[in-house]
């Protein structure tokens, strides 16, 4: 079936560099796209959304950047901090499938002080 | 605090048995929706009830059930558990039935279910 999934499963960088969490998805039927950030123990946090009518959104420290040409999703943190170390999760679903969010598999981002 | 409350949080039981997840969605969220997270299938999708209906369904097996309340509470209900149905649970809410911007969907804290 169609999944969404990430090129990488684990992310390093310095502490105050900007992260790039990248993530494609196979469904062209998608039309809304979430980013979340998952942290040791907790549930997944909403982050950032994007509709297929955008090709970026900008939030605190983060934007998000949709190609639809190639399927591909982008999540770009800003002046990474510790606190943003965790697992990040793409989603999609698409308005016929009500709000069924297919995920992605996740990346760790590590940050190094 | 995402405003959605799982209940119990650690849950350990044995193989053949029966429990039930209780979720309180974010105060207004119309719909609920139940997602298993396990090391080696990642976030899947079970089910999702709007207003007290079931609205869509996904890898929910036929040994799982939920429902939804008139007072939009939520519980599944796992029976006849196998040591592979050990995983976290996590409930979710929105507002509405479908996506769009501003009908965020919100997780709670899951619950760890454990057989043994």
């Known amino acids: 079936g169609e999944s969404v999934g990430l090129h990488l499963p684990t992310l390093s960088v310095q502490e105050g560099d900007n992260s790039i969490i990248n993530c494609a998805y196979s469904?062209?039927?998608?039309?809304?796209f979430i980013w979340y950030k998952q942290e040791s123990g907790k549930g997944p946090q909403f982050i950032i959304d994007?509709?297929?009518?955008?090709d970026k959104r900008q939030g605190q420290r983060v934007t998000v950047l949709l190609n639809k040409t190639v399927k591909h999703l982008s999540l770009q943190i800003a002046a990474t901090q510790p606190g943003d170390s965790a697992v990040y999760f793409c989603?999609?679903?698409?308005?016929?499938?009500?709000?069924?969010?297919?995920f992605g598999g996740g990346t760790r981002l590590m940050v190094k002080p | 605090d995402s405003g959605v409350t799982q209940t119990p949080k650690h849950l350990i039981t044995a193989t053949g048995q029966r429990v039930t997840l209780r979720c309180s969605p974010r105060s207004g969220d119309l719909s609920v929706y139940w997602y298993q997270q396990s090391l080696d299938q990642g976030l899947q999708f079970l089910i999702q009830y709007y207003n007290g209906e079931e609205r869509a369904k996904g890898n929910i097996l036929e040994r799982f059930s939920a429902q939804q309340f008139p007072d939009l509470h939520s519980e599944l209900n796992l029976s006849s558990l196998e040591l592979g149905d050990s995983a976290l649970y996590f409930c979710a809410s929105s507002v509405a039935g479908t996506g769009k911007i501003g009908n965020t969907i919100y997780f709670g804290e899951g619950s760890w279910l454990t057989v043994v």
């Open positions: 469904n062209s039927a998608s039309d809304y």
């Open positions: 989603a999609e679903t698409a308005y016929n499938a009500g709000n069924m969010l297919t």
């Open positions: 994007i509709r297929s009518n955008m």
